[in-house]
């Protein structure tokens, strides 16, 4: 269970460092570590950061807390927590300095980050907001690493219920399906949608406004059924979606244990589930159920690939920014080291005093930047690095949308083997041990039993009520 707080540092950000940094707290300077600058300089990067900023303020920086319960970590996981929260909270838009204490019971970590992002030049901005965000990222890690989580308190008894909030998109949602449902053709559609206070726009995609919203809403982003596309096919009559509930586990459901009408309901509602999901296999062409396995593998696969590749196009685009910073800040310096080099070695020692931080960060950038000479022994430009960091934009955005597609196929045949899982547990085979059941050949079996029992129960029906 890890405590956060957060609290700003308007004056004191040079003694914040030093107290943090305290050889004695961090194991001889063992568990420190930075992001974006050196924990030597980090006030002076601080400030030259600052300088860039694109609105004022007084915070020069914010100190962040994340404290464990006594023997909950150990000092390697407490630092490693740290870093992955410091990482995701900040998302590489800021300098820090990471710095585990050991010298209590209760291991923690402080994190003084810049107040000023170096990426965009922007301020951080602390709120109640921001810091939900600090505890939900701190909770997830520590969940990660099994470690218990904060639970939130119990809500006061009297209190009076916030007003129901009805998102745009669902507004748009509902005023796209009651149209559809009346249109001849998609203009009618259009129209529909107009006399409704509607303004359409249309390209590649499709996208709509209130008229009291200032944005668009693209369709896509509402789900399937509302693509550009779908949307004609649904007014033809032509679209059928693909996905399938899941079935309701009957026998562990505590809702079928207290009604028995319900219970009847939900075993009327699994057999027509039953005989949807055969539709679907059979058009998907599942022939048995280790194909079905092997394709819910594959799109877990895909999903995951997709998934690291966005993470490591963002973990580079990071690194660039702190290259470009980098990079930035030592042009800027090179005047005064180059001045620094001249001068007579009887000054130099003068000099040295009045510009050391300057000269020590000057010194630290020129060995950071010289895995990135090139072939010519020069420094990349910046029109190089805004060039690839471009593209790793562009790539990402593409990447997004794959995944997302992956993620709804993995999710619709994820059901579709969780059915037939549920299924085969409920009726269990009869064959061979060493043959594998056909799907098809039992959801086959299971529709002709469940097309039976409804017409046992209708004709039940029929006979008591004469009227049926």
């Known amino acids: 269970m890890a405590i956060t707080k957060i609290h700003p540092i308007k004056h004191t950000l040079g003694k914040s460092i030093t107290y943090i940094g305290n050889e004695c707290k961090t194991e001889g300077g063992k568990y420190i570590s930075t992001f974006g600058c050196a924990y030597e300089t980090a006030e002076f990067e601080f400030e030259l950061t600052a300088q860039l900023a694109k609105s004022g303020g007084e915070n020069q920086a914010y100190h962040l807390i994340q404290s464990f319960k006594p023997n909950e970590v150990t000092a390697e996981q407490c630092h490693e927590i740290g870093k992955k929260f410091a990482d995701e909270v900040l998302g590489g ?48 890690i520590c969940a990660e690493y099994g470690l218990n989580i904060i639970e939130p308190s119990r809500r006061k008894r009297n209190y009076e219920p916030k007003k129901t909030y009805v998102s745009n998109k669902y507004k748009i949602k509902k005023a796209i399906d009651e149209c559809i449902l009346f249109a001849i053709d998609y203009d009618d559609f259009l129209r529909r949608m107009r006399d409704k206070k509607y303004i359409v726009r249309e390209d590649d995609f499709l996208w709509f406004r209130d008229i009291d919203n200032k944005r668009f809403t693209k369709t896509d982003t509402i789900g399937r059924d509302y693509e550009k596309d779908n949307i004609e096919l649904r007014i033809k009559g032509k679209y059928h979606p693909k996905t399938v509930d899941l079935l309701i586990d009957i026998e562990h459901n505590v809702k079928c244990r207290q009604s028995k009408g319900y219970e009847q309901w939900a075993k009327i509602h699994n057999l027509k589930l039953i005989a949807k999901t055969l539709i679907i296999i059979d058009e998907r062409g599942i022939a048995d159920y280790d194909d079905l396995s092997k394709r819910v593998s594959e799109k877990s696969k895909k999903l995951n690939e997709t998934a690291d590749k966005i993470k490591s196009d963002k973990k580079r685009i990071n690194e660039l920014d702190a290259l470009m910073k980098n990079l930035n800040m030592y042009r800027n ?80 045949i994820l059901v579709l083997k969780k059915n037939v899982d549920m299924f085969l547990d409920i009726k269990p085979r009869q064959e061979a041990p060493n043959k594998k059941p056909s799907i098809l050949k039992k959801l086959a079996e299971h529709k002709e039993y469940a097309d039976a029992k409804n017409e046992q129960i209708q004709h039940h029906r029929r006979r008591n009520d004469p009227e049926l």
């Open 93 to 140: 838009k800021y300098e820090y300095v990471l710095c585990t204490h050991t010298d209590k019971d209760h291991y923690h970590n402080h994190i003084i980050f810049n107040a000023v992002s170096f990426q965009d030049h922007k301020r951080y901005r602390s709120d109640k907001k921001s810091y939900y965000r600090i505890r939900e990222i701190s909770d997830k």
């Open 333 to 412: 310096l090179k005047p005064l080291y180059e001045e620094y080099a001249k001068k007579n070695p009887l000054l130099k020692n003068t000099f040295y005093s009045n510009h050391k931080q300057e000269i020590d960060l000057f010194r630290r950038l020129t060995n950071e930047l010289k895995p990135h000479l090139t072939k010519n022994n020069r420094l990349p430009s910046v029109k190089q690095i805004e060039t690839e960091k471009q593209r790793l934009i562009a790539d990402i955005s593409k990447l997004s949308a794959l995944h997302k597609d992956i993620k709804e196929e993995y999710n619709d």
